[in-house]
């Protein structure tokens, strides 16, 4: 697996990994306002976030250059000092073949070694505990806050913990 910049290209692959909205909400939260979304959506966002804040999409791909993954990483503090990692997500017919983990491990060496940052956090829905275990599975803990993000969904509430890690 090799981390490559996104391109507006691959936004089409990257939501066709969608599988129905709950998963779409775990992977998004409430960053779009509906479901489904088009590429132009996604690469609408982007372009917005790319105005807004200092911002890194990337896309994951296999040995033949196929998109396997995707996620972004930007910065939450003036220093430059703490990244966050979000919109993770994995082709969904080659889950359970480790690529999350392989790619969250290659987002931590970037967030660690290219930009310097000191600590990565991320947020993981409670009721996402598969991606919470690949989380974990590389590092990542989870970090008292004295606010949870709370999301509506479907009528229900949605918390989100909030992980991290350190340079270690």
Same mark, same amino acid.
């Given at each position: 697996?090799? !981390?490559?910049?996104?391109?507006?290209?691959?936004?089409?692959? @990257? @939501?066709?990994? @969608?599988?129905?909205?709950?998963?779409?909400?775990?992977?998004?939260? %409430?960053?779009?306002?509906?479901?489904? &979304?088009?590429?132009?959506?996604?690469?609408?966002?982007?372009?917005?976030?790319?105005?807004?804040?200092?911002?890194?999409?990337?896309?994951?791909? %296999?040995?033949?250059?196929?998109?396997?993954?995707?996620?972004? &990483?930007?910065?939450?503090?003036?220093?430059?000092? @703490?990244?966050? &990692? =979000?919109?993770? &997500?994995? %082709?969904?017919?080659?889950? =359970?073949?480790?690529? =999350?983990?392989?790619?969250?491990?290659?987002? !931590?060496? +970037?967030?660690?070694?290219? $930009?310097?940052?000191?600590?990565?956090? $991320?947020?993981?829905?409670?009721?996402?505990?598969?991606?919470?275990?690949? +989380?974990?599975?590389?590092?990542?803990?989870?970090?008292?806050?004295?606010?949870?993000?709370? +999301?509506?969904?479907?009528?229900?509430?949605?918390?989100?913990?909030?992980?991290?890690?350190?340079?270690?």
């Amino acid at each position: 697996m090799v !981390l490559r910049p996104y391109g507006e290209g691959d936004a089409a692959t @990257i @939501i066709s990994w @969608i599988e129905n909205e709950f998963s779409f909400r775990q992977w998004c939260a %409430d960053r779009y306002g509906g479901y489904p &979304i088009t590429p132009a959506d996604m690469n609408a966002l982007y372009d917005k976030m790319r105005k807004t804040v200092k911002f890194y999409p990337f896309t994951a791909v %296999d040995e033949n250059e196929k998109p396997v993954g995707h996620f972004i &990483i930007r910065y939450t503090d003036e220093e430059r000092k @703490i990244v966050r &990692i =979000g919109f993770v &997500i994995v %082709d969904n017919a080659r889950r =359970g073949a480790g690529l =999350g983990k392989e790619m969250m491990k290659k987002a !931590l060496e +970037y967030a660690f070694g290219v $930009l310097g940052a000191k600590k990565v956090t $991320l947020g993981v829905f409670e009721n996402n505990a598969r991606a919470e275990k690949c +989380y974990r599975s590389v590092g990542f803990e989870e970090i008292a806050s004295e606010v949870t993000e709370r +999301y509506e969904v479907f009528g229900e509430e949605w918390k989100m913990k909030l992980l991290g890690t350190d340079r270690k």
